[in-house]
T-cell receptor
């Protein structure tokens, strides 16, 4: 069975500071990993994904994530936070392409002036 | 590209009535669509997987007779909440997978409130 753990349900950073949102997963097969962002009362928007190949993946809005198999992690980073980054972020795993997603519990990112 | 719409965006109904929610892929064909439920301040929980032209596959604990899913075309899936009760109040989100790819694209969600 697959699962996702997101450490820190709330993260607060200053505008311009580094954003680091943590995600660890478990999967019995090589995982497909995703980060989604959700703004209030909206659906989810795909930020980036890892399937195979290069372990450092770049996404939209300046976000990137690195797949580390030895650490079973897929942490999301952004060098410089912007006020518009304030939202809920979900890490998700699927066992193979096209299969059902299992989501983490989400991390609420707050960006302060 | 890869836009998914849901209708309605919000609905309020009386207890005991049925509500239908539509999920459409606007610019691509989706062999598979997924229905999720999200409670306030919580993550998304998969309810069922909807495959075009066949019966939906429900997750454990989800009542298939209460949450009727129909995926009649490659661009439309519907979720009907039958005999709705206040505990069914939630945010329902659908997603659609581009055929032969690994990515799900999500709709904007439907807020259901049952009085």
């Amino acid at each position: 069975a697959q699962s996702v753990t997101q450490l820190g349900s709330h993260v607060s950073v200053s505008e311009g500071a580094l954003v680091l949102l943590r995600c660890n997963y478990s999967s019995s097969v090589p995982p497909y990993l995703f980060w989604y962002v959700q703004y209030p009362n909206q659906g989810l928007q795909l930020l980036l994904k890892y399937t195979t190949g290069a372990t450092l993946v770049k996404g939209i809005n300046g976000f990137e994530a690195e797949f580390k198999k030895s650490e079973t992690s897929f942490h999301l980073t952004k060098p410089s936070a912007h006020m518009s980054d304030a939202a809920e972020y979900f890490c998700a795993v699927s066992e193979g392409g096209g299969n059902k997603l299992t989501f983490g519990t989400g991390t609420q990112l707050k960006v302060e002036l | 590209g890869a836009v998914v719409s849901q209708h309605p965006s919000w609905v309020i109904c009386k207890s005991g009535t049925s509500v239908k929610i539509e999920c459409r892929s606007l610019d691509f064909q989706a062999t598979t669509m997924f229905w999720y439920r999200q409670f306030p301040k919580q993550s998304l929980m998969l309810m069922a997987t909807s495959n075009e032209g066949s019966k939906a596959t429900y997750e454990q604990g989800v009542e298939k007779d209460k949450f009727l899913i129909n995926h009649a075309s490659l661009t439309l899936s519907t979720l009907t909440v039958t005999s709705a009760h206040p505990e069914d109040s939630s945010f329902y989100i659908c997603s659609a997978r581009v055929t032969d790819t690994d990515t799900q694209y999500f709709g904007p969600g439907t807020r259901l409130t049952v009085l």
